[in-house]
């Protein structure tokens, strides 16, 4: 069984739209992120929560908004999409946020591309 | 905002070689360093953590040097399968919530 999933793989959508990404995790994991790589391959940490708080936004525009209805889903709302939205959009899961010794599990990637 | 600098390169090396990468960080604060391995196309994978006193994975050793702020990958007798993008992750926080950063990341070829 996948560890950390995302859904769907690939979206390809038009500029304006709203979109959503999914994510779960099977780990019993208290933490999840968002990240996007972008095509200089970028790694960039977008949010963070544990046990469906918010604890990191790095300023990322509004139009983007996490939701955690549980500890095992992270999904990710964009809305009016971008050209400068397109990218790879990781999620990830980790075991605790306080010992800064975490590993962290990545899903396979959503890759958005907006036209 | 806490920085993480690594060289792109390509580093292309021929079988059976040793290759070391080197990521420069600027939160002197910063707890916690691990190497990730990144194939084309997928996700990032934790390779290992870095301890203070260094430690070694097999064909693989990490350093980290507080004072001069890097943190090193060394790989011994590389192998085709070592070919991948090498990205190093330091927390950036200032003693919150752990903010994990990564590097751009350093791409490594293993030819034959």
């Known amino acids: 069984d996948t560890a950390v999933s995302q859904t769907p793989k690939y979206l390809v959508t038009q500029m304006g739209n709203d979109k959503s990404i999914k994510c779960e995790q099977n780990?019993?994991?208290?933490?999840m992120y968002w990240y996007k790589q972008d095509s200089k391959k970028f790694l960039k940490i977008m949010f963070s929560?544990?046990?469906?708080?918010?604890?990191i936004n790095e300023t990322v525009p509004n139009r983007f908004s996490p939701k955690s209805p549980d500890k095992a889903h992270l999904n990710l709302h964009i809305n009016s999409l971008e050209l400068g939205d397109s990218a790879v959009y990781f999620c990830?899961?980790?075991?605790?946020?306080?010992?800064?010794?975490?590993?962290?599990?990545f899903g396979p990637g959503t890759r958005l591309t907006v036209l | 905002r806490k920085e993480v600098e690594q060289d792109p390169g390509p580093f292309n090396v021929p079988e059976g070689a040793t290759v070391a990468f080197n990521c420069t960080y600027s939160?002197?604060?910063?707890?916690?360093f691990f190497w990730y391995r990144q194939d084309c196309r997928k996700e990032p994978k934790l390779l290992m953590s870095?301890?203070?006193s260094g430690n070694e994975d097999g064909r693989f050793t990490a350093q980290l040097n507080r004072a001069s702020q890097y943190i090193s990958l060394l790989i011994r007798d590389s192998k085709l399968s070592d070919s991948a993008t090498y990205l190093c992750?330091?927390?950036?926080?200032?003693?919150?919530?752990?903010?994990?950063?990564f590097g751009r990341g350093t791409s490594l070829i293993v030819h034959p």
């Open positions: 990830a899961s980790s075991t605790d946020r306080g010992a800064h010794t975490d590993t962290q599990y």
């Open positions: 780990l019993g994991h208290d933490t």
């Open positions: 929560y544990n046990n469906k708080e918010l604890i």
């Open positions: 939160n002197s604060a910063s707890q916690s």
């Open positions: 870095v301890y203070s």
């Open positions: 992750v330091v927390d950036s926080s200032s003693g919150g919530s752990y903010i994990p950063t």
